[in-house]
């Protein structure tokens, strides 16, 4: 496709995405009150634990209407997320044969696990951080916690871990689309972990090192993982090569 084409089809792309954000807006408008209850029960486990009274802080009703449709953005990312991850496959699979295109669609399936695996496991991290955050309060005190500050740390930590855990989806895509080979991927090895603990060191609340190396250790996993995907495919293109040369 010429350029003006690959453009034309990345705003399409974007266009859908958008409007597939919108009616996940929609329905998470309607399940913000579930949605505040759970993003809160961290705070309520970390007050049983400590006996501190933990409670959110509205600094103003506009305050409290901003945070709303934050949370209803926030639950559409999750609620369309095979249909962005759609968009974003159908941007990449115009370059693939047939064949390649299926293996592409099995990946979008994988994908959407993928997304979900990382946003629960920051989840579980998180709880863990504010216990060890609020072992700091002074007994008997109470923290009044700035809801904006508090639900979109929450937001973006889990929608930070549930893309880190996609990277390897589209490290797959892109060695099937012919931008990166395999070995070149496996030799960037030493690359991938540094990322992966950096990211881990700067995305993690909490200083220890248990945290860093548990939130690590799943994303250089996937990452080997997907090493090895593109490997196995290198080796079939190779091969396919070799017996069209032969019977040339």
């Known amino acids: 496709m010429p350029l003006l084409e690959h453009l034309l089809e990345l705003r399409k792309r974007f266009v859908l995405i958008a409007l597939g954000l919108v009616v996940g807006a929609i329905l998470g408008w309607l399940l913000y ?22 409670t959110l802080n509205f600094a103003g009703p506009m305050a409290a209407l901003d945070l709303k449709i934050k949370s209803s953005l926030f639950l559409a990312v999750f609620l369309t997320c095979p249909w962005w991850l759609y968009q974003v496959w159908a941007f990449i699979t115009p370059g693939l044969n ?12 994988a994908a959407f696990p993928l997304f ?5 496991m920051a989840w ?4 863990h951080a504010i216990q060890i955050l609020s072992g700091f309060l002074p007994d008997d005190a109470t923290a009044f916690t700035n809801a904006q500050e508090y639900l979109s740390l929450v937001m973006r930590l889990l929608i930070a871990f549930g893309l880190a855990f ?13 931008l990166m080979s395999g070995k070149g991927l ?17 995305i993690t609340p909490t200083p220890d090192a ?7 250790l799943p994303i250089c996993v996937l990452y080997f993982a997907a090493v090895g995907v593109a490997l196995l495919h290198d080796r079939r293109v190779e091969k396919r090569l070799a017996e069209v040369d032969v019977e040339v």
């Open 166 to 178: 996609l990277s390897p989806v589209l490290l797959v895509g892109l060695n099937f689309a012919g």
């Open 33 to 54: 009150d579930p949605l505040l209850v759970l993003l809160q029960r961290p705070l309520v486990v970390a007050e049983e634990m400590r006996g501190n009274e933990m």
């Open 210 to 216: 248990l945290t860093m190396i548990l939130v690590a």
């Open 186 to 202: 496996l030799g960037g090895w030493r690359w991938a972990i540094l990322v992966a603990f950096t990211f881990a060191a700067i």
């Open 124 to 127: 579980l991290v998180f709880p």
């Open 116 to 120: 979900l695996g990382g946003a629960y």
């Open 98 to 109: 047939r064949n390649e295109k299926k293996y592409a669609y099995g990946f979008v399936g």
